[in-house]
């Protein structure tokens, strides 16, 4: 009954508005339905899901139909979407396979957080790991393995992969806001779900709640990973969904279900500490790769690879497209497998044949994605900074009080926690992303302050080490991404061990660092050593034109040397490497989270001026 909804939703847009959108929850259209005469509130958008079978024009009213599954933004929002129809789900059934492939696919593809999901079902198992007196009241719930069990596997399926801030569904009788759940950390920190289950209109209980909600993609990195009171982990890796699941299967005698429970669809994401199941198999490892340069026209990435997947079952896999030459695959900040690889062949055309033929192909059961490999490019917006950006000379945000030089071009300044009282960063004064793209004049002058520094640790019985990491992430303060190195002074006996140390945390990562070659002139040479990074980095624009540079992680040794990854599209660079392997180096490697570094206004000044102090004579903005 559109025109009931419509009008309940305008009543309290009026009341406690106004709003920017508004969902129904459920199925909202059948051939039987009529269009409603009645439209939402001017500016209120109302979305439902599911198709328009009979053609009601949905639209014209003010009613947008979502489709059965997907990803839409909405409002500024990330929201995922499931319909897998109304009344009981058969825990087991596979009749949503499309549904749910078509949903994985479109997340695969999102780059950020799902702000909301919208279902048409209570995921199974949502109910448990309440505490006495804090489930769904109202509802039936038989015994943990019943095949009764209230819920779709499909929805937790989903749920588990996707991660939602807020997980909103109908589909019973109750209305039941969950105490949120802790979804397992996958490398970029935890994610907290909110489930808010709505009770149908027709219904005394609540089948309204409203939000406010900031995008994700504007938000803190430690406000998307805050854990509130009362969390508890992850209901939809408990007893009764799993032992449902294991139910179903043996009734259909299909292949060994242990990758369709709902966690196992990315094992990654299992809870730190938590049980796993018994395998006779031996855990799987990292596939190293033979460490040959590589060539993004000839290699793929290979997403939702199987746990299991050995190199020789991918080598198979791909040998109708052509010759496998490389197969690397790597692990995540928590020592895991990554679930993507990267598989390098001996021709583009094979790569071509293997986006085309091979992908939405099954390995080991698991449907699979093929997509070309290629240096990520951040976004096409030119950076701007200003107000907002932490290291933008002009921002309110930028702490001058840690500043201990300013060049023409670039400035110096200690790094709000600091490692040891020689960890700096260096900065340029205009907002520019990354070195590579810098003004030669700024980068001149870069690479003057760390030969000033070099000098100035050396004195000391130091030697400089170094790194830039180019992420564009999306909450880097206005603008996008700020330019800056960290430099450190390390103990010359332990100095010789920086690229032994970088390549190994890179390797635990999945990659391998390659040096970048400078030519005969390049250490000394400023020009040289920004063109050869310029031509490691840039991906190819437009008729083969230079476009933007690709992420990638560089590291400086003491001897001049760099050391150079480019991150390939999909592949998680670790946040925190590089300071973890200069708080290695210099001894202190309880000292890499930067959050236990920090110090009172006061001890930051006196850490400011002893470092202006020691750096003073060597400055080459005092020569």
């Known amino acids: 009954n559109f025109d009931a909804a419509i009008k309940k939703i305008n009543a309290v847009n009026q009341k406690s508005g106004p709003f920017d959108v508004a969902f129904i929850a459920g199925p909202a259209v059948s051939a039987a339905s009529s269009p409603p005469s009645v439209k939402p509130a001017p500016g209120l958008k109302l979305y439902c899901l599911g198709n328009d079978p009979s053609g009601l024009l949905l639209e014209s009213h003010g009613v947008i139909c979502l489709g059965r599954s997907g990803v839409a933004q909405v409002a500024g929002l990330n929201v995922a979407f499931l319909d897998v129809g109304a009344g009981p789900q058969p825990p087991g059934s596979s009749s949503l396979d499309p549904e ?11 780059e950020g957080e799902v702000d909301v999901m919208l279902t048409s079902q209570w995921p199974l198992g949502i109910y ?35 991660r939602p801030r807020y997980l909103v569904a109908g589909g019973q009788e109750v209305q039941f806001v969950r105490l949120p759940y802790v979804n397992p950390d996958v490398g970029v920190g935890v994610r907290v779900t909110r489930f808010v289950g709505l009770a149908p209109l027709s219904s005394k209980a609540k089948n309204l709640h409203a939000l406010s909600l900031v995008p994700s993609g504007i938000m803190d990195v430690d406000a998307l990973s805050a854990r509130p009171e009362g969390c508890t982990t992850s209901p939809l890796e408990g007893a009764s969904s799993r032992a449902a699941v294991a139910a179903a299967a043996a009734q259909r005698g299909k292949r060994g279900m242990q990758e369709d429970l709902p966690n196992a669809g990315d094992w990654r994401w299992q809870q730190p500490g938590a049980k796993r199941q018994r395998s006779e198999r031996p855990a799987p490892q990292p596939i190293a790769g033979r460490g040959l340069p590589q060539d993004h026209s000839r290699s793929v990435i290979m997403r939702n690879v199987p746990w299991h997947a050995t190199e020789e079952d991918v080598v198979a896999f791909f040998a109708e497209v052509g010759q496998v030459e490389d197969v690397w695959r790597g692990l995540n900040p928590e020592g895991k497998l990554n679930s993507w690889m990267r598989v390098q062949l001996t021709t583009p055309e094979g790569a071509e044949r293997a986006v085309e033929r091979l992908s939405g192909r099954e390995v080991q059961g698991r449907q699979v994605t093929i997509e070309m490999a290629r240096p990520r490019e951040p976004s096409q917006r030119a ?10 000379l002009g921002s309110s945000t930028v702490d001058v009080g840690l500043i201990a030089s300013v060049g023409e071009e670039c400035y110096v300044a200690v790094d709000k926690g600091p490692i040891t009282p020689t960890h700096v960063l260096l900065v340029p004064i205009d907002h520019a992303p990354c070195s590579a793209v810098l003004p030669a004049a700024a980068f001149a002058e870069f690479e003057r302050y760390l030969s000033a520094l070099s000098t100035c640790f050396a004195a000391r019985g130091l030697a400089l080490v170094a790194f830039e990491r180019f992420l564009t992430l999306r909450k880097s303060g206005a603008g996008g991404n700020h330019c800056h190195i960290n430099a450190i002074g390390v103990p010359a006996s332990e100095a010789k061990r920086a690229e032994e140390v970088f390549q190994a945390a890179a390797r635990a990562a999945g990659a391998e660092l390659t040096e970048l070659d400078l030519g005969p002139s390049g250490r000394s040479n400023p020009e040289a050593c920004q063109a050869a990074l310029r031509a490691a980095v840039s991906a190819p624009g437009p008729s083969g034109r230079a476009g933007h540079p690709g992420e990638y992680f560089m590291a400086v040794l003491p001897d001049g040397r760099r050391l150079l990854h480019t991150i390939q599209k999909g592949e998680r660079w670790p946040l925190n490497l590089g300071r973890e392997v200069l708080a290695e180096l210099v001894g202190a490697p309880s000292r890499a989270n930067w959050k236990e570094c920090t110090a009172s206004p006061e001890e930051e000044v006196a850490v400011t001026e002893r470092f202006k102090e020691d750096f003073k004579q060597y400055d080459p903005t005092a020569q």
Not at 143 to 153: D, F, R, T, V, Y
């Open 128 to 162: 448990d790991g309440c505490p006495a007196g804090m489930g769904p009241e109202g509802l039936d719930i038989p015994p943990a393995g019943s095949p009764q069990a209230p819920g779709s596997l499909a929805v937790a399926q989903v749920a588990v992969y996707a």
């Open 100 to 110: 749910v492939a078509a949903v994985r696919q479109a997340l695969n593809s999102l």
């Open 383 to 392: 950076p701007v900074g200003g107000e907002g950006c932490w290291f933008c």
